[in-house]
């Protein structure tokens, strides 16, 4: 079975600044997917970015990147320029490649993040 | 962006009563749907995924009698709670996926409902 690890329960940066997240996870599946979601106070739960297993770059979505180390099982989450706005709970998350349709998420249990003004 | 409807966001009912909550896939069809609970600052824990036409799929420890999901469309699943009671309060989230993709909707990829506050008193 899949499981995913964030080991920061609680961050905080100020505004305009870096934070990193971390993520480690543990599969012995070699197609996989990894994903960062963010659960702001509306409970709402959004994609920031996700990460296909088989691509050796990492992604990257405006303020938001990853770093990717396969061989580690590790993807961490790079948050430049912090705004106001991203303060939230942050999810990583797993989920094995599959075209049934069917494959879960297996989620880590969550950074909250705080930026302060 | 694809977009899921979660329908009602917050409900209290009477110990006892049963209670549905809707999850609609308004702008694509979701072949599946999941289902999820997640306690006051926990993270989300999976119920069952529902396969449009057919049964769904029960997480170990979930009462697939407690929990009715019925995935009777290709936009529309249901989460009954039935003879709710004090323990079944929490927050209930849905999501929907396009396995294969469709228009702006990216492959493999959960959209999720905004969720729905349960209380049972």
């Known amino acids: 079975a899949q499981t995913v690890t964030q080991s920061q329960p609680e961050m905080s940066v100020q505004e305009a600044e870096t934070v990193t997240l971390s993520c480690t996870y543990d599969?012995?599946?070699?197609?996989?997917?990894l994903f960062w979601y963010k659960q702001p106070p509306s409970r709402q739960m959004i994609l920031v970015i996700r990460?296909?297993?088989?691509?050796?770059q990492n992604a990257t979505e405006n303020r938001f990147s990853v770093n990717f180390q396969k061989a580690a099982k590790s993807f961490s989450l790079k948050i430049s320029d912090s705004q106001l706005g991203d303060t939230a709970m942050y999810f990583c998350a797993f989920m094995k490649h599959g075209q049934g349709g069917s494959e879960k998420l297996v989620f880590g249990k969550g950074t909250k993040l705080t930026v302060n003004p | 962006g694809a977009v899921v409807s979660q329908h009602p966001s917050r409900v209290i009912c009477k110990s006892g009563t049963s209670v549905k909550i809707e999850c609609r896939s308004l702008d694509f069809q979701a072949t599946t749907m999941f289902w999820y609970r997640q306690f006051p600052k926990q993270s989300l824990m999976l119920m069952a995924t529902s396969n449009e036409g057919s049964k769904a799929t029960y997480e170990q420890g979930v009462e697939k009698d407690k929990f009715l999901i019925n995935h009777a469309s290709l936009t529309l699943s249901t989460l009954t709670v039935t003879s709710a009671h004090p323990e079944d309060s929490s927050f209930y989230i849905c999501?929907?996926?396009?396995?294969?993709?469709?228009?702006?909707?990216?492959?493999?990829?959960?959209?999720f409902g905004a969720g729905t506050r349960l209380s049972v008193l």
């Open positions: 990460q296909e297993a088989y691509k050796q």
């Open positions: 999501s929907a996926r396009a396995p294969g993709g469709q228009g702006m909707v990216a492959k493999n990829i959960q959209y």
């Open positions: 599969t012995s599946e070699s197609n996989y997917y």
